[in-house]
């Protein structure tokens, strides 16, 4: 479910559509994030200013699952917000805004054995949008050659898919927000009224990408 996404947009125009007050980093104008790969996101900084910084993609995963691994990589995508593995970061301290340009999820081609990626967007200009994100600093072993590290890590929501995605992916789709009023509801409302916004995005807003259907690598 959506492990990678495409970011095409300049620094100026995140920081601009995320009113972004402080920004310390250094990013290119197009990328595909993969999971662990680093990614902007926008947070409240500690002292209550909004900044775009970078973080993992990853968040901890559940106890549970790593019995007997070495390695945690991370959970990129959150279905179930009522567990309280992830209750504890849906306050308004741990949510962030993720952008993206385009997300993929693997389709099956015709006549191949291998699955491919079909990409969706807002439209075929692939404006600039946001997952709802959850974020903290973790320390953990995410690869075994890395060791134990502390880090910057965040996921985004999940919920059912849209019209558009479900052919595709049957069972779920990213949180998107495209709306500076569902910016700011993520950013700043108690958890029970932004949680409201973990809904799939209306079927005429967005678009599987006709052109961007490549193999999976």
């Known amino acids: 479910m959506c492990n990678l996404f495409n970011l095409n947009m300049t620094q100026a125009e995140i920081r601009k559509l995320g009113h972004v007050i402080r920004d310390t980093i250094n990013w290119p ?11 902007p996101i926008i ?3 500690t002292d209550g200013v909004r900044e775009l910084v970078t973080a993992r993609w990853g968040m901890p995963t559940p106890p ?33 805004l993720v952008p993206m ?27 600039l949008a946001f997952f709802a994100g959850i974020w903290t600093n973790w320390t953990s072993t995410r690869k075994v050659k890395e ?16 019209a558009i995605v479900k052919p595709i992916h049957e069972k779920a789709m990213p949180v ?37 259907v490549k193999p999976a690598a």
């Open 29 to 39: 104008d197009a990328t595909d994030i993969y999971p662990d790969y680093p990614a």
């Open 64 to 96: 549970k699952f790593l019995e007997g691994k070495k390695t945690d990589p991370g959970v990129t995508n959150i279905r179930n917000v009522s567990s309280p593995h992830w209750r504890r970061w849906l306050g308004v301290e741990n949510r962030c």
């Open 147 to 162: 060791g134990p590290v502390t880090a910057d890590i965040f996921a985004f929501l999940t919920t059912e898919p849209n």
């Open 101 to 127: 340009t385009s997300f993929s999820e693997y389709k099956t081609i015709p006549g191949q054995a291998r699955k491919g990626l079909a990409w969706f967007a807002l439209d075929e200009s692939q404006p």
């Open 176 to 212: 998107i927000l495209t709306k500076p009023e569902e910016f700011e509801v993520w950013m700043t409302a108690p958890a029970r009224e932004a949680l409201k916004l973990q809904r799939p995005l209306p079927d005429d807003e967005l678009m599987l990408l006709p052109d961007k």
């Open 43 to 45: 947070r409240q900084g």
